[in-house]
């Protein structure tokens, strides 16, 4: 099978591209973007890594030469370290991530990653044999450490750091203030907003998602790139945001405490059952 049949990829706006994995088919599948710019391309968010990506996007004609000056650097930004979203990083020279969560991509920490994945889920074995209890999020050590207000510098576009934890300790989200575009990981998509995995804070969701309510409020975002489901607008954006701070309360923290234990459990045993 060749590499174009791996991947799936539609343009979205100038030089902006969407990704998706065709070998997975999860909830959990996450988007993948791939911005163009003037001197350097940014992939953020790489996928499970169980294929390669950047030869997808060699084949489709994605990195080609439009200005005559060869191909741009090429840099690969995770939102945050989940495996649905930093699998692929080990497969690019050059990789960014927050600075709270470079211990777990560098050390492998598949409990932080919080590597779930079964077989029914990966329609398409990368290889003869394969099983999805072996995956495992390789250990990278990244390039680039990302701390909130770095500007990553396309050429024509700029893209500033937004640290934005709650969903993990480490998510960021992505700004292309000039454009009003906004890539927002997992922190918020067009769908339940998840605090209770093993680094979730939900005091820090809150501020999160206050801070989205501004960049709404101050008519900085027309179109969000979410970490997984579809694109929206900036009045979706301000609902769902606020719509996690008003849901929030005591009974929730509650509930949210044991669905979290529940969970990191089932981790723990998960990645140390498989860790060989
Ligand atoms: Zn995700
Ligand atoms: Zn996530």
């Not at 030089?15 to 953020?44: C, K, M, P, T």
């Not at 979410?226 to 009045?235: A, D, L, M, S, V």
Request: net charge negative.
């Amino acid at each position: 099978m060749s590499a174009s049949e791996w991947y799936a990829h539609k343009a979205v706006a100038d030089g902006l591209f969407w990704i998706q994995e065709r070998f997975y088919e999860s909830g959990n599948r996450a988007n993948i973007w791939l911005l163009r710019g003037s001197h350097q391309d940014v992939v953020i968010d790489a996928g499970l890594g169980l294929r390669s990506l950047p030869e997808y996007l060699s084949a489709a004609g994605l990195l080609g030469d439009t200005s005559g000056r060869g191909r741009n650097p090429l840099l690969a930004v995770a939102t945050h370290v989940h495996f649905d979203h930093s699998g692929g990083l080990h497969q690019f020279a050059q990789v960014g991530v927050h600075k709270a969560e470079v211990d777990a991509l560098s050390s492998g920490d598949n409990y932080e990653t919080v590597t779930w994945l079964s077989d029914a889920e990966v329609v398409r074995a990368p290889a003869p044999g394969w099983r999805a209890s072996g995956y495992r999020v390789k250990a990278v050590q990244p390039t680039h450490i990302l701390q909130e207000g770095d500007v990553i510098n396309l050429g024509d576009k700029q893209l500033t750091v937004l640290h934005m934890p709650g969903h993990s300790r480490g998510s960021i989200c992505l700004h292309d203030k000039e454009n009003k575009m906004l890539f927002s990981g997992d922190t918020v998509y067009d769908g339940s907003m998840i605090d209770w995995l093993p680094y979730s804070k939900i005091s820090d969701y809150v501020s999160s998602c206050e801070r989205l309510v501004q960049l709404v409020d101050d008519g900085q975002v027309e179109q969000v790139l979410p970490g997984h489901f579809n694109t929206f607008g900036p009045k979706r954006l301000h609902q769902l945001a606020s719509g996690y701070i008003s849901k929030a309360g005591a009974c929730h923290r509650f509930s949210t405490c044991a669905v979290k234990s529940i969970a990191s459990l089932a981790l723990r045993v998960s990645n140390s059952r498989g860790a060989c």
